[in-house]
């Protein structure tokens, strides 16, 4: 007969056995166990002991009303000179540009000008003040700007001498004449010139053709009359000067009025 302490010590194991939670308290691996930790899935961390779900899940957060942007206001636009001077000091574009000393006599405004295209212009920009967007500034318009096709002839206003043809900065493809007593003439933004330096040429003798070279958008001819006075040169108003254009008068568009109107600005795109 088996001692009665060995049977008692088989029915507790037995207990323990079929109790999960009294084998766990006693340090045994209950039945199906491999007492190894899981393996989390590599994809969701699904089986791994850190849940990444939050227990308790944040609540909603409403959605904010959209932005409207707040745009800086416009500075202020500066009022337009009330006057508009007839001469304007400019830079001596000549090869050869007179020194200092005594200067030829300046005689009195030049007579019988041609008109320096070969056709009316469709649209013309005049003489006078510009506002200058990049500058923030009014500023002088010293000639006058006569919107044609390209390539349409371009004519000497008046007989003299070609002091100099040259692409120059802002002006592009430049013809200037001489036509003495302290006169020239100034003719820019050529497509091409049928002159060169030295040359002689006739009042409305063709010398080039209209372009939109230099600081032009559109084809134009830039047309400036410059008068060496003892203090300087300076550019003069050529419109009182031009007779009446071939054909009758210039055409002026709506968009042209409202460029050149007292409460506008002249764009930048023609010189």
């Known amino acids: 007969m088996a001692p009665a302490r060995p049977r008692r010590a088989s029915v507790l194991l037995l207990v323990l056995l079929l109790l999960p939670g009294a084998a766990a308290a006693a340090g045994i691996d209950p039945p199906g166990d491999s007492g190894e930790p899981p393996i989390p899935d590599s994809a969701t961390g699904a089986g791994s002991e850190a849940s990444p779900w939050p227990e308790v899940l944040p609540a909603a957060v409403p959605p904010t009303a959209p932005v409207t942007p707040t745009h800086a206001p416009a500075a202020t636009r500066p009022e337009r000179p009330a006057l508009v001077p007839r001469e304007v000091p400019v830079g001596d574009l000549a090869l050869h540009p007179q020194g200092p000393g005594p200067v030829e006599p300046a005689a009195g405004p030049p007579t019988?000008?041609?008109?320096?295209?070969?056709?009316?212009?469709?649209?013309?920009?005049?003489?006078?003040?510009?506002?200058?967007?990049?500058?923030?500034?009014?500023?002088?318009?010293?000639?006058?700007?006569?919107?044609?096709?390209?390539?349409?002839?371009?004519?000497?206003?008046?007989?003299?001498?070609?002091?100099?043809?040259?692409?120059?900065?802002?002006?592009?493809?430049?013809?200037?004449?001489?036509?003495?007593?302290?006169?020239?003439?100034?003719?820019?933004?050529?497509?091409?010139?049928?002159?060169?330096?030295?040359?002689?040429?006739?009042?409305?003798?063709?010398?080039?053709?209209?372009?939109?070279?230099?600081?032009?958008?559109?084809?134009?001819?830039?047309?400036?009359?410059?008068?060496?006075?003892?203090?300087?040169?300076?550019?003069?108003?050529?419109?009182?000067?031009?007779?009446?254009?071939?054909?009758?008068?210039?055409?002026?568009?709506?968009?042209?009025?409202?460029?050149?109107?007292?409460?506008?600005?002249?764009?930048?795109?023609?010189?």
């Open 112 to 271: 019988a000008l041609h008109y320096p295209l070969a056709m009316a212009a469709m649209e013309q920009d005049p003489w006078g003040w510009r506002f200058s967007e990049a500058r923030g500034a009014w500023r002088m318009h010293t000639g006058l700007d006569l919107i044609v096709p390209g390539g349409t002839a371009v004519l000497a206003v008046r007989a003299g001498r070609v002091m100099r043809v040259d692409a120059i900065s802002g002006y592009g493809l430049t013809v200037l004449i001489d036509h003495g007593g302290g006169w020239s003439s100034l003719y820019a933004h050529l497509q091409n010139a049928s002159v060169v330096e030295g040359d002689t040429v006739g009042s409305a003798q063709p010398i080039g053709e209209v372009g939109q070279s230099g600081n032009a958008s559109t084809p134009h001819l830039h047309l400036e009359l410059r008068q060496r006075q003892p203090r300087g040169l300076v550019a003069v108003d050529p419109t009182p000067l031009l007779p009446a254009p071939p054909g009758g008068r210039h055409h002026r568009s709506g968009l042209t009025a409202l460029r050149c109107s007292p409460s506008a600005s002249c764009p930048a795109a023609f010189r």
